[in-house]
DNA sequence: AAAAACCGTTGACATTTGTCAACGGTTTCT
DNA sequence: AGAAACCGTTGACAAATGTCAACGGTTTTT
């Protein structure tokens, strides 16, 4: 269960993970299986856990004052579950975040991390990569969100997220936008004409 | 002039810079000065320098294909002007970043600033938890543009931004929440009713 | 001092997007 | 097998936001 991790891990950085490391690597992560709508953080809630995503699906939103859901991030495999503000400044999540397929984890706190890139260099450089990364890509979603319409957004986010569109229903999609289900579907509808 | 640098580096991290270090700073960061209008960063080129602002004002933005400006950041005193995917990647910015007021920096390539990372552990530190704090940020703004409306957005900006909203002209806030500034004069007007 | 550029506002109108209700076709649960 | 929940679509209408043109008051440039 851990190889896909380490496969990962090994993908991202250059340097090789000697068996050793790869040892502290097995032992520190705690695999966790979650099932269709379980939660795995909830508002309110400190998140104290990150979870690498061995296998399955799930979702980070929040909900207003009105019930209404907003997604902000979906995860598949080889993604990473975790409330950044609420693990490093240790408040009250206002997201949740749930399974939305049967899913396997392999799960960390904050403290094992911050450990774990203390004697593994390559994690650290993994994590440091992987922040360049999200950065890189929160700054693309943002740009996007407020200079293009609705249409166009959906256009690349199906460009470049094929395998969301195929996972995930689309008034999850619809949130991830920022609108909802019924202008999704119109605009697609007006797309394949 | 590298007085505010330090300061910002020392209030950032618990650990104290040394003299030795400190020169170190200064000799790398190079001093550089803008008028209002002029470029930091041009859409087409790779962005070579990180700027740390001492005095002044920026803001970053992209031209879509009817020539509209959309502001992606704006910038004063004690931020960093930088686009972080051309500078990372090496790939050519669709941004601009251009004063809005004469500005005073102080810049340093990518390569000095590992080297400086390398050498200087606070330097290391406060770059890490500025990347941190800006993760956390860009989280909130894209949380706040999916699911609120304009005036809402508007009214949270306007709270933690008061310095901006004084600062720069309408307009440029409107472009930056990603509405018209006619849109933002009419919200602005309701809102003292 | 004159001209030009910039800025915020307003009105009239167009476009986009949201809301609400209903439907039929799934899939899931019991 | 039957009931319930879920999902995407559609129509009618409402609300939010954009577009375009114009204005007067600034500030900046010449």
């Known amino acids: 269960m851990h190889a896909k991790l380490i496969a990962y891990i090994s993908q991202y950085v250059n340097l090789p993970l000697t068996s050793e490391e790869q040892a502290l690597i097995v032992a520190t992560f705690q695999p966790k299986k979650l099932r269709k709508k379980q939660y795995f953080l909830q508002e309110g809630d400190v998140c104290k856990y990150a979870g690498f995503i061995v296998k399955g699906a799930m979702r980070q939103y929040s909900v207003d004052h009105k019930g209404v859901e907003h997604i902000v991030h979906l995860f598949v495999e080889n993604y990473w579950a975790n409330d950044r ?109």
Not at 136 to 165: D, G, P
């Open 85 to 193: 503000e609420s693990s490093t400044m240790l408040t009250p999540s206002v997201y949740n975040i749930d399974a939305w397929e049967d899913t396997e984890l392999l799960i960390i706190t904050r403290a094992e991390m911050l450990d774990l890139m203390d004697k593994i260099p390559a994690m650290a450089q993994m994590i440091r990569l992987m922040d360049e990364r999200n950065a890189i890509v929160n700054q693309r979603r943002l740009s996007s969100t407020i200079s293009n319409t609705a249409e166009k957004r959906y256009e690349e986010f199906a460009a470049h997220h094929q395998q969301f569109v195929q996972r995930f229903p689309q008034h999850l999609i619809a949130s991830y936008l920022g609108i909802t289900k019924e202008t999704l579907s119109r605009i697609r509808k007006q797309g394949t004409k």
